[in-house]
């Protein structure tokens, strides 16, 4: 009898791994990429007091298109192009490699690396924003296009920027390209550079 009873016990725990390992699969943690909006930007100033390196050097890069551009005094994060104020929902630009550190370290956060961008964006099935002359919403629009994103870096002279703006295409820029090889130093920041960061994601 007690043999019996060892062995019903011995396929009771058995069972329970087996069944663990099927669905415990439920609670699994995933990583995701999250843009960072102007209001998720200004959230992170107005708790912190934090100073861009636009905002120190008073001026900034401001991108028509992939070949004209110029230096606008005045360009920030809240004044992208130097007159017009940025919107809510949309990502936040005029931001360098050093200041979305910043903000990742105020928010438990990461950037991700470039490998790693372009893992997950995979996960992003929304529309690529290229070739165009209007940004997009943050929600709206595939990570891939619409801004460049930073990426991480330990160089400060050498941040690579990872899948293109608005103003690429497949002729020129062809940022939407892994094989694209673009760098900035940590202080840059331009009309058409955001950044996502790393997050948690419980399924």
Same mark, same amino acid.
């Given at each position: 009898?007690?043999?019996?009873?060892?062995i019903y +016990?011995? /396929? !009771?725990?058995? $069972?329970?791994?087996?069944?663990?390992?099927?669905?415990?699969?439920?609670?699994?943690?995933?990583f995701?990429?999250?843009?960072?909006?102007?209001?998720?930007?200004?959230?992170f100033? /107005? /708790?912190?007091?934090?100073?861009?390196?636009?905002?120190?050097?008073?001026?900034?890069?401001?991108q028509?298109?992939?070949?004209?551009?110029?230096?606008?005094?005045?360009?920030?994060?809240?004044?992208?192009?130097? $007159?017009?104020?940025?919107?809510?929902?949309?990502?936040?630009? /005029?931001?360098?490699?050093?200041?979305?550190?910043?903000?990742?370290?105020?928010?438990?956060?990461?950037?991700?690396?470039?490998?790693?961008?372009?893992?997950?964006?995979k996960?992003?099935?929304? +529309?690529?924003?290229?070739? !165009?002359?209007?940004?997009?919403?943050?929600?709206?629009? =595939?990570?891939? &296009?619409?801004?460049?994103? !930073?990426?991480?870096?330990?160089?400060?002279?050498?941040?690579? $920027?990872? &899948?293109?703006?608005?103003f690429?295409?497949?002729?020129?820029?062809?940022?939407?390209?892994?094989?694209?090889e $673009?760098f900035?130093?940590?202080?840059?920041?331009? !009309?058409?550079?955001?950044?996502?960061v790393?997050?948690? =994601?419980?399924?």
């Open positions: 009898m007690l043999i019996k009873e060892i +016990k011995v /396929q !009771i725990l058995n $069972l329970a791994g087996i069944l663990l390992l099927l669905f415990g699969c439920d609670d699994t943690k995933s995701y990429l999250k843009p960072v909006t102007v209001e998720d930007f200004a959230k100033v /107005q /708790q912190t007091g934090y100073t861009t390196d636009a905002e120190k050097f008073g001026w900034s890069v401001v028509y298109d992939v070949f004209d551009f110029e230096v606008v005094e005045g360009a920030t994060w809240h004044v992208p192009n130097g $007159l017009d104020s940025a919107k809510a929902d949309f990502p936040v630009a /005029q931001v360098s490699h050093n200041d979305a550190v910043a903000y990742c370290n105020w928010t438990n956060t990461r950037l991700p690396s470039y490998e790693e961008y372009w893992e997950l964006v996960q992003d099935d929304r +529309k690529i924003m290229f070739n !165009i002359n209007t940004f997009a919403k943050a929600r709206e629009a =595939n990570l891939v &296009g619409n801004y460049w994103d !930073i990426t991480a870096s330990n160089d400060p002279m050498k941040v690579r $920027l990872a &899948g293109g703006s608005i690429c295409n497949t002729t020129t820029c062809n940022g939407t390209s892994k094989d694209r $673009l900035v130093d940590a202080t840059t920041g331009n !009309i058409h550079i955001s950044f996502a790393v997050e948690l =994601n419980k399924k």
